[in-house]
């Protein structure tokens, strides 16, 4: 699978594990950093990881879309440019992670605003992934994320037997 072969590129990996100490060191109160941040940011080729991110999104394995993940919110947290943050924002969207965009703006990190900013092919993406992963219960559209629609799918099959 081409995602596999991605995710096992050693110039992937070797940025990727950069990105998870920084992202840890980032996260884990009082935890002492034996790298410093500067030499772990010269090891990150956002626009590298960001694109290889964006493919992992549409994995079905857990690592590829946790890597997906980590590598979108740590771009948030960091001063990349705003169009690696719109990038990491079209990654949260594509794998339907309300709640760390919502975390995003909460904290001033992205722009309350930022489906606006998107170009117009990822305001469609983003569109077309609010409405596959959207169900309608009593008259009310509920907006679920990729693993509740697989688990109310389930759900549903299983009431037809």
């Known amino acids: 699978m081409f995602t596999d072969k991605l995710f096992r590129l ?3 990996q070797r940025q990727y ?4 100490i920084l992202s840890v060191c980032e996260t884990v109160p009082n935890l002492e950093c034996i790298t410093d941040k500067k030499q772990l940011l010269e090891k990150i080729d ?5 694109g290889i991110a964006s493919a992992l999104g549409y994995s079905d394995k857990n690592e590829h879309l946790d890597a997906a993940l980590r590598i979108a919110q740590t771009c948030i947290s960091q001063n990349c440019t705003d169009a690696q943050k719109c990038a990491a924002v079209v990654i949260l969207n594509l794998l339907t992670n309300k709640p760390a965009l919502a975390l995003a703006m909460k904290r001033d990190l992205i722009d309350i605003n ?3 900013n998107l170009p117009l092919p ?7 992934v ?6 309608l219960i009593n008259d009310r559209l509920i907006q679920l994320n990729r693993f509740q629609k697989d688990v109310y799918i389930s759900c549903e099959k299983f009431d037809t037997i």
């Open 10 to 12: 050693p110039s992937f």
């Open 17 to 20: 594990e950069a990105l998870q």
């Open 46 to 50: 956002w626009n590298n990881l960001l």
């Open 114 to 116: 930022h489906l606006i």
């Open 122 to 128: 990822f305001n469609i993406q983003t569109t077309n």
């Open 130 to 135: 609010n409405i596959e992963n959207a169900v």
